[in-house]
């Protein structure tokens, strides 16, 4: 399975942007799908996650109330709709899918496929 990111920009504050991640060569059906960012020295961290269907969600602290993440299992597609959009946002933002366990979700190693990177900035 490959992944391909789309979507990032350049965006001011307060504003939206729609991250796309589409899966060739495989399907995303039973697969949990995550997108994680990484901030300039700063660590690839957790940011959204559809464990295995659309109707589990989860989110960090962070982006809840402002972050959804949403798939269509029929496109191999999931999104990140993210609107109101602050500075400390910014960053390269990764898909990735994989089978991990609940307590793994947060886990970079727990995924086995990751996209190339879209890189998101805001600008104050």
């Known amino acids: 399975v490959q992944l391909q990111a789309s979507g990032g920009g350049l965006v001011q504050a307060g504003g939206s942007l729609r991250l796309s991640c589409a899966a060739s060569?495989?399907?995303?059906?039973?697969?949990?799908l995550t997108w994680f960012r990484q901030a300039p020295g700063k660590e690839r961290e957790f940011v959204a996650s559809?464990?295995?269907?659309?109707?589990?969600?989860y989110y960090t602290d962070s982006v809840k109330g402002r972050f959804t993440i949403s798939r269509d299992n029929r496109k191999n597609t999931v999104y990140l709709e993210m609107n109101s959009l602050k500075p400390e946002n910014t960053a390269v933002y990764y898909c990735a899918a994989g089978r991990p366990i609940l307590s793994s979700l947060t886990d970079r190693a727990a995924y086995n496929y990751w996209g190339q990177g879209t890189l998101v900035t805001v600008s104050s």
């Open positions: 559809s464990f295995r269907s659309v109707s589990n969600s």
């Open positions: 060569g495989g399907t995303f059906s039973g697969y949990t």
